[in-house]
């Protein structure tokens, strides 16, 4: 038989084991796709991925832990750069990085729900990716 106490003290256990659980989730995993125009074994390519996932792990996002990145290099080939673009988009990250008008033109024409963040771009508005500077 089981006392009043003992009771209690069950019921008000089995009210904090969801919290408990609730805040033992691992953080859910941020993905992030990157289509880069060139070639990967380009030296200045490797620069630029390396410097990127410094930088993000300077924000606190450390690839494997709380962020997945999926690279693509589309080696400067049209084809290729389509390809992996409607690759990358098809897998719903978070965001996109693109490095390049090619590789932005590519991703734009895919999706205009996912946001992608480009670098590289000397003219974005005049080449027609952006309205203006001021709300980019």
Known sequence: MIHR????????GAAVWPF??????PERMRRIGVLVGS?????????RVAAFERGLQTLGWIAGRNVH????????DSELIQKYAAELVGMM?????????????ALSQRTST???????????VGEGFIKSLAQA
């Not at 990145?69 to 400067?76: K, P, T, V």
């Open 93 to 105: 990250p978070d965001v996109i990085l693109a490095n390049s008008p090619q590789v932005l033109r």
């Open 5 to 12: 106490r003992e009771f209690i003290t069950l019921l008000s």
């Open 69 to 76: 990145l999926d690279y693509r290099f589309g080696s400067a």
């Open 39 to 47: 070639v990967e074994t380009d030296l200045e390519s490797q620069a």
């Open 20 to 25: 408990a659980a609730r805040a033992q989730q």
């Open 114 to 124: 996912i946001p992608i963040v480009f670098a590289l771009i000397v003219d974005p």
